[in-house]
């Protein structure tokens, strides 16, 4: 408690409260630009913080870090277009609010939501640090395999459009994932002799062309555009009513324990803790049909899950110097910039920045809340904008989403081609969400499968003899299994006509 | 003669790029088990994704009815009547300039061939009068470019302008 104390007169500076109030409020800013998520919001912010002392330039870098990924789920509900992997789930739900006209109780969930998830990750994240840190790092190659498998088994059964459907997608996902240059041995492969793909895909132009490309095409194809009037919305309809509210303070609070500990794990935890906390909400609620239609837990639940998860993530971070997420590698570069060394010895030889960052990020997120739930009525003015006016300029954000990743026109020509393939898939009602989240994971599944047999010899007996690694997968078999014999209960005791896809 | 489905045209399109994916697999060194090397798990992704659409062609074929009675809307019949109210002549008009966007934009530069694809984009979704649609094109890739370059560091192809 002492040293929390410590942290917040650090923290509660003029100067250290400016720098974090323009950090979140920067980051939102960058963040709601469709594409640009937190990895695109960080780099292009990164040069602002090189002028300040180490402690405001961390702290304004964290309040980066947390706007940006509420700014990108801004974005997932409004325009149905998400700004990083984590945002890819808000969509299903969130943006089916806006077409009923609950934008602003989306955003307003999202809000709060994440608002309480940060702070519950921070109360962790302050008596837990250390040891959790310990704990994760007894995590080897089968576990990360396990909960990757885990994690696309749960994908399968996300987008409500058929086990099989869903999983090809998420075929197609792991193929585009393998592109580029191997992680174990340094080859290319599936470049057909283009430079550029040495690199790999990078699921923002990936996602930006299915979603937001795809969208455009959509629109142009059902002749929606110039005749679609723009929605209008009463100041009441802002705020969520007495049954979304209600709804969604267990997802919440869910969220945010589930979140928290996934972060934990290295590999993609934000998304992964967002199809995690989905997949539960789901699984438990009365209200199962409203999922994929708009329901209020499909949006608090998986955006608490992934803020805490964020959360979660400097665990490893500031104890162990562990970077496990690209976000906070970014913050990792920021801070070696700045002449710190993250890991066991900063702690004792930087108090000051180690419990000055924690106590930024409760102002900070409490900031971020203050900022944005004023905000909402704003952001959700962009859907009175008409649709033949924000389309066009949609495209153009994307376009420059894109090309700013890597400077690299490339991309852009990846996110064209993904949105013909999107409008294609859409049209034929097939779920893109999976494409998206296999094409993150993919890579982290691969390279722990190869490196498990190595370990091994061959032998794929490792996945059982470690415990952790055992348990996942029973959980993974047990999920796919479950429904199966529940449809076959089903069936005998009320026969009735079945789909399988 | 069975109409082939919706899900079975994406099956065979997803099927076709397996087949592709695995040729081009089947040319890198496998290893073993014990010492996996970069083509071991594309072509087991290729196999397992192949098996996938031929399971999901066959689904469609015998058990067609049961499969797109749950789905509804993906049945040949309303394929036909979803095509009917689409209209792809804009489609692909703006897909084509989406494309040829890609071709220009680096030797032509950002600013210009921008401009040109939101031209192309606001007459295509008929945001009113020509003149409107190319002011505002102008003024939005104006005012973007300024931030982004100017601000955020990001330096667009410049072409003819350079």
């Known amino acids: 408690m002492d040293s929390l104390l410590y942290g917040l007169s650090v923290a509660i500076t003029p100067v250290n409260l400016f720098f974090c109030l323009m950090g979140a409020f920067l980051g939102t800013l960058v963040g709601v630009l469709p594409g640009i998520g937190p990895i695109g919001s960080m780099a292009l912010l990164l040069g602002i913080t090189y002028g300040l002392p180490p402690v405001t330039a961390l702290i304004m870098f964290a309040g980066i870090y947390y706007g940006s990924m509420y700014g990108g789920s801004t974005t997932s509900i409004l325009v149905n277009i998400p700004g990083e992997a984590s945002s890819v789930v808000t969509c299903m739900d969130g943006n089916k609010m806006a077409k009923k006209g609950r934008a602003g109780a989306a955003l307003f969930l999202a809000a709060v939501g994440s608002f309480v998830a940060g702070t519950v990750g921070l109360v962790f994240l302050t008596l837990l640090a250390p040891a959790l840190a310990e704990e994760a790092l007894k995590f080897g190659p089968p576990e990360y395999f396990a909960i990757a498998v885990f994690g696309l088994l749960i994908l399968s059964r996300l987008s409500g459009q058929g086990v099989i459907k869903s999983l090809l997608m998420v075929g197609v996902g792991l193929l585009l994932g393998t592109i580029g240059l191997d992680d174990v041995s340094g080859q290319s492969r599936f470049t057909f002799g283009i430079s550029d793909l040495q690199r790999g895909i990078d699921f923002v132009p990936v996602a930006m062309g299915l979603f937001g490309i795809a969208e455009l095409l959509q629109m142009v194809a059902e002749k929606s555009t110039s005749q679609q009037e723009a929605v209008k919305i009463k100041f009441r309809e802002l705020f969520p009513n007495k049954v979304e509210t209600r709804r969604s303070v267990g997802p919440v609070m869910r969220g945010s324990v589930l979140g928290f500990l996934v972060g934990l794990i290295p590999g993609p935890a934000a998304v992964i803790s967002t199809f995690l906390s989905y997949t539960l909400e789901r699984s438990i609620s009365k209200f199962k049909s409203e999922f994929g239609q708009g329901a209020p837990e499909g949006v608090a639940g998986p955006e608490s899950a992934n803020n805490a998860a964020a959360v979660g993530a400097f665990v490893p971070l500031l104890s162990l110097g562990i970077p496990f997420a690209p976000p906070t590698a970014l913050l990792l570069s920021a801070m070696l910039i700045h002449g710190i060394t993250p890991g066991p010895l900063l702690l004792t030889e930087h108090p000051e920045i180690f419990w000055g960052v924690i106590a930024s990020m409760y102002i900070g997120n409490l900031m971020l809340l203050v900022l944005n739930l004023p905000m909402v009525g704003l952001f959700v003015r962009v859907l009175r904008i008409p649709a033949n006016l924000l389309m066009p300029n949609i495209l153009l954000l994307c376009i420059i989403g894109a090309f700013a990743i890597n400077n690299s026109v490339s991309d852009v020509c990846i996110m064209m081609v993904a949105g013909a393939a999107g409008f294609i898939l859409k049209r034929y009602r097939f779920s893109v969400a999976p494409l998206i989240l296999a094409l993150v994971i993919g890579p982290m599944m691969e390279n722990s499968l190869r490196q498990s047999l190595m370990m091994s010899q061959g032998d794929i007996g490792i996945f059982v003899r470690q415990p952790i690694a055992c348990g996942v997968f029973i959980a993974a078999a047990v999920l796919l299994i479950l429904p199966v014999v529940y449809r076959i209960m089903r069936n005998k005791l009320f026969p009735k006509k079945e789909a399988f896809v | ?162």
Do not use: H
């Not at chain 2, 695995?22 to 196999?47: C, H, R, Y």
């Open chain 2, 1 to 162: 003669m069975t109409k082939i489905t919706n899900n079975s045209k994406v099956a065979l399109g997803i099927g076709l790029l397996a087949i592709i994916y695995l040729q081009e697999a089947l040319t890198l060194p496998f290893g073993s088990a014990g010492m996996p090397d970069i083509g071991f798990v594309p072509v087991l992704e290729a196999f397992v994704l192949l098996f996938g659409c031929l399971f999901l062609i066959l689904l469609e074929q015998f058990f067609g009815d049961s499969v797109n009675g749950q789905i509804g809307d993906n049945t040949a019949e309303n394929n036909d009547k979803v095509s009917a109210d689409m209209n792809y002549k804009k489609t692909a008009v703006l897909t084509l300039a989406l494309f040829i966007y890609l071709f220009l934009l680096k030797p032509v530069g950002f600013l210009p061939a921008t401009i040109g694809l939101l031209f192309v984009c606001f007459r295509v979704m008929e945001y009113g009068k020509w003149y409107w649609s190319l002011g505002v094109s102008i003024i939005i890739v104006g005012i973007v470019n300024i931030i982004f370059t100017k601000w955020l560091g990001v330096f667009f192809p410049q072409g003819l302008l350079s």
